[in-house]
DNA sequence: CTCTTTGCAAAGAGTTTGCAGGGTG
DNA sequence: CACCCTGCAAACTCTTTGCAAAGAG
């Protein structure tokens, strides 16, 4: 394994991650964290990012618009991303408990996670009149 | 609206993401066509893909690796991605009707569609041993 | 002192876009 | 004939990587 080292940088993105419920995309954690560490880089962030996920200190939400967003509540819940403007929100997670059994049935492998997400217009769009940007 | 005239190409695209339960990337429909269609461009594969979404003919499945999913099958339907072969697998929904109202109701906003999506190793790639590669 | 972590910048990968020429109606 | 579609290649964006210097144990 890999002797993980403590690193100020490191702690200061987990915690960054951890405090919102943004689902923050590097960028996002790294212009947040630019004011408080000038000499922080980029590249940081996504190496400490990778970490965070290997270790299962965070997993990825998935990519909105094209950027991959992140969370700090490995716990199973589903998202809402707003295809208005990118908000990932996080929604209680339905009933999914023995899903996993039934899927495992219906392709023979093993199931390790899952993702719900639901895109729709968030209520701060629909409020702002933006909803309907490109539906059908 | 944007006329749309008929093009060989885009039929074929079409017919090529219809015919086939992989939901390939824009590179694998590209590689598939590139033998019957010599002249055809990446950038068309990748224009005409983002008109299917436009129109409704197909939708994005999530990115895998890095790369866009496409899937012909519009209806509601979750997927098994393996994290060993990068596979997708179509999934028989579980029943998740009613979900949506659940989920604008918390979350004040509108659900225009969901994504159930299972990470995990495919049964072929149990078989192979390749399981467990990356597990924590 | 040894090994991990970082900044910087260049390299990669996937996707998008502009333009001139060919195809469709 | 007018307008859409395509090939080609350059441009873009997000992410990853190499290397020498700084930090942690």
Tied chains: 1, 2.
Excluded: W
Aim: contains cysteine.
């Amino acid at each position: 394994m890999e002797a993980r080292k403590f690193s100020k940088k490191r702690a200061a993105i987990l915690e960054a991650l951890r405090h919102t419920d943004e689902h923050p995309s590097a960028e996002m954690l790294y212009s947040r964290l630019k004011g408080e560490f000038p000499d922080l880089s980029l590249g940081t962030v996504y190496r400490n990012l990778a970490m965070f996920v290997a270790d299962g200190d965070a997993v990825s939400v998935g990519s909105v618009g094209g950027q991959e967003r992140y969370d700090a509540v490995t716990a199973p819940h589903a998202h809402f991303i707003c295809s208005c403007c990118g908000r990932v929100l996080d929604v209680c997670s339905p009933n999914l408990a023995g899903v996993d059994r039934q899927v495992e049935a219906e392709t023979g492998g093993v199931v390790l996670s899952r993702s719900l997400s639901f895109t729709g217009t968030c209520a701060r769009c629909l409020a702002s009149g933006h909803a309907d940007g490109d539906a059908v």
